[in-house]
């Protein structure tokens, strides 16, 4: 995401994120050390309130990013069992726990979705 971007966002994020931001912006920093070092798309911070979970809000918030990166390799992390069993649905593998901790909560699971293979002409 460009700098551009990265402004147009800033208040929804910062609506959302409330007093959490600093905390997440922080552990994002530290994890982006243990992101592939090859070019990805990243997907950050996909997810659906409590209320909403199960009822495919997740699922069509997922496929919405995979369109944007097409062909291309992509990465996040799961929170939860229950996102990293839909993110293997959507044909990401686990690649190992993020050793940066989450307070309070799970590990992180690394999970990859290779790219498609160049087409050879």
Not at 84 to 106: C, H, Q, S, W
Not at 108 to 116: D, Q
């Amino acid at each position: 995401m460009g700098v551009k971007a990265k402004v147009a966002v800033a208040p929804q994020v910062v609506r959302l994120m409330g007093r959490r931001l600093a905390r997440k912006m922080t552990q994002g920093l530290r994890a982006s050390g243990y992101h592939p070092k090859f070019p990805h798309w990243y997907l950050y911070m996909v997810g659906a309130t409590p209320e909403s979970q199960g009822s495919g809000v997740g699922t069509a918030l997922l496929e919405h990013g995979l369109d944007r990166v097409g062909d291309d390799a992509a990465y996040l992390e799961a929170s939860t069992p229950a996102s990293a069993k839909l993110y293997e649905r959507m044909g990401f593998v686990p690649m190992g726990v993020n050793p940066i901790p989450t307070p309070g909560r799970d590990p992180e699971l690394a999970m990859w979705r290779p790219g498609a293979m160049p087409e050879q002409s």
